[in-house]
């Protein structure tokens, strides 16, 4: 609490996020859940003591929450973790989506894709945290859905599609530059690892200017 409130002190940052994908730690323990939201809500009463500007909110995983993973066996919905917080208490939903693990091709994403959370969040602003596809097969992964550097502009499309005239004030695509294996070829490699503008040696995808005037 004393980190996070000197850090809030200092920079005034215009949001705090408060955990990562939370819904994940719902689902592996939920006993516990209760406890992080009760430790959520004395970090936000924190945050606002020193810096009542910032918004502060919790992130989730979109798929993950909402059972759209058909392709990565993510069916189950945890809406509960979200809605075990008290709306009161939060400012900004932030959200990392990734519909590849629902879609194997970028063109049928639908416009409503988001429309499961808006309808829980009413006007609360939604900042994306992480999103974007891969550009390439890393290690062999050979997943179901496309992995090219055309599938890459033609999500941006569909971002679009999907984002537009909604209150989204940040979205932030995964990474700049692609990832280098560490030697262990994780599977969080194989699937994110090419989830940038760039490749590892520097190079543009297609995708790079389109994102950037985006």
């Known amino acids: 609490i004393q980190m996070l409130t000197a850090f809030v002190n200092k920079y005034r940052p215009p949001y705090v996020f408060l955990g990562n994908e939370n819904d994940f730690y719902f689902e592996s323990n939920p006993g516990d859940y209760t406890n992080w939201v009760i430790a959520y809500e004395f970090m936000y009463n924190a945050i606002k003591q020193v810096s009542e500007d910032t918004k502060v909110g919790p992130v989730f995983n979109f798929e993950h929450i909402s059972g759209n993973g058909q392709l990565n066996a993510w069916t189950q919905t945890f809406w509960q973790a979200l809605e075990a917080h008290s709306m009161d208490k ?125």
């Not at 990474?175 to 520097?202: E, H, M, P, V």
């Open 90 to 214: 939060i400012d900004v939903i932030g959200l990392s989506v990734y519909p590849f693990f629902n879609y194997e091709d970028p063109a049928d994403i639908p416009a409503n894709y988001l429309e499961p959370l808006f309808s829980r969040i009413g006007s609360k602003p939604l900042v994306i945290t992480e999103t974007g596809w891969p550009a390439q097969n890393l290690g062999g992964l050979n997943p179901q859905w496309s992995t090219t550097e055309e599938a890459q502009v033609q999500y941006l499309n569909r971002l679009q599609a999907f984002t537009s005239e909604k209150n989204i004030p940040v979205i932030n695509w995964l990474y700049y530059n692609g990832l280098s294996d560490d030697g262990s070829s994780s599977t969080a490699w194989k699937t994110f690892g090419s989830i940038s503008i760039r490749n590892r040696q520097g190079n543009e995808y297609q995708i790079y200017n389109p994102w950037i005037d985006f």
